[in-house]
């Protein structure tokens, strides 16, 4: 069964460095996510992508975060210049549309701890 | 997105089938119901979805009332590897804006 793969699936970082975090997406999926979940609490949306471009994004999706999709099949969480506060799991998502399918899969996720 | 209202908590013994309420009273006519679910930290686990009718695949059957204002997630045979939490969420179907809003959910602990 295809699957959402993330990379890496812990990294450990000091304040203020960049992180980019790493997701394939399912193959012939056109709408890739980002959520977060901090430890005991929700998950949370953090951006939307389609057709090259973010379609919709949340509070938290600030100017230190980006999101880019560099080819075909890679598609990229940075978060600029990290703080204690964004430790947390993050979830890379992706779905197709009514031909491919419109259900949201998720990947098993990448745990970010900011020191 | 539609709100929805979910028990936080449930027990259900090993084997024996598990139902997972969810009130929706504020669906729109084009919202489906999706539910998920999170065993520990792993990401979000797909488990079904509908409209207005039933829907049963190899994990759950989706109950729907008639007039779409709650809904019934069944595990028909519970066992210890199904204690996770459980999501149920409305959204839209389609659209460049559809995305998944996850409230609290429902920790269901299957008991041996």
């Known amino acids: 069964e295809p699957e959402v793969t993330q990379t890496p699936s812990h990294q450990v970082t000091q304040m203020g460095q960049e992180v980019i975090l790493r997701c394939v997406p399912i193959s012939n999926h056109l709408y890739f996510y980002w959520y977060r979940q901090i430890l005991g609490q929700k998950v949370e949306f953090l951006v939307s992508?389609?057709?090259?471009?973010?379609?919709?994004k949340s509070e938290i999706f600030d100017d230190q975060f980006s999101v880019e999709r560099p080819d075909g099949s890679n598609f990229t969480l940075k978060i600029r210049s990290t703080k204690l506060e964004d430790s947390a799991m993050y979830f890379c998502a992706s779905r197709g549309d009514r031909v491919r399918g419109n259900t949201i899969y998720f990947g098993e996720g990448s745990w970010l701890t900011v020191v | 997105d539609a709100k929805t209202t979910q028990p936080t908590s449930m027990d259900c013994a090993e084997g024996r089938a598990a139902n997972l309420p969810c009130n929706h009273s504020?669906?729109?006519?084009?919202?489906?119901v999706y539910w998920y679910r999170q065993i520990h930290s792993q990401g979000p686990q797909y488990i079904i979805h509908?409209?207005?009718n039933n829907e049963t695949n190899e994990m759950a059957s989706l109950i729907i009332t008639e007039d779409r204002k709650s809904s019934t997630l069944i595990l028909p045979h519970a066992t210890l590897r199904d204690t996770a939490v459980y999501y149920c969420i409305v959204t839209i179907s389609s659209g460049s804006a559809r995305q998944l809003t996850f409230g609290s959910g429902t920790q269901l602990t299957v008991l041996p």
């Open positions: 509908g409209l207005k």
């Open positions: 504020t669906i729109s006519g084009n919202e489906y």
């Open positions: 992508f389609y057709n090259n471009e973010i379609s919709e």
